[in-house]
């Protein structure tokens, strides 16, 4: 990705990050944001946004189903300053409910023309098919030895 493209990506998501501030949404840690089927919603996200999540380099095994996001562990966002704008803005606070859409539409305009000022096309699709398009990073080395056998 162009880096003035990602850097534009990133202005995006600290003007999302700071109108989620201002909000100050609740968020209960209870992960069900990340649990797609079993509370019935889908992440979509962009290209652009599945690039700056894969080159993070976070690991995650294949194939990865619509079911939920395999960056959530115990609960937690284990891509958090990665994380799609979706993420960014999905709250299951029920007062922040009415604010979701207009701030992700917004943000979606603002990246559509990011589309159109670097000519890449524009791609949105859920979050498991640009995981299982891509090659998923290789395991960290481990920093363990193994001991010389004694014969």
Known sequence: MNAELRERLRTIYAEVDAAIAGAAPKCDASGRCCRFTEYGHTLFLSLFEAEILLEAGL??????????????????????????????????????????????????????????????????????????EAEPPAPAPSSRRSLPLLA
Request: proline share 9%; glycine share 6%; charged share 20%.
């Open 59 to 132: 690991p995650y095994e294949q194939p990865v189903t619509r079911d939920g996001c395999p960056f959530q562990i115990d609960n937690r966002c284990t891509a958090r300053a990665h994380r799609p704008l979706g993420c960014r803005i999905y709250f299951c606070d029920p007062a922040f409910q009415d604010q979701q859409g207009p701030l992700t539409e917004a943000a979606i305009a603002k990246m559509k023309s990011l589309a159109d000022e670097f000519g890449t096309g524009w791609r949105y699709a859920p979050l498991h098919v640009f995981l299982n």
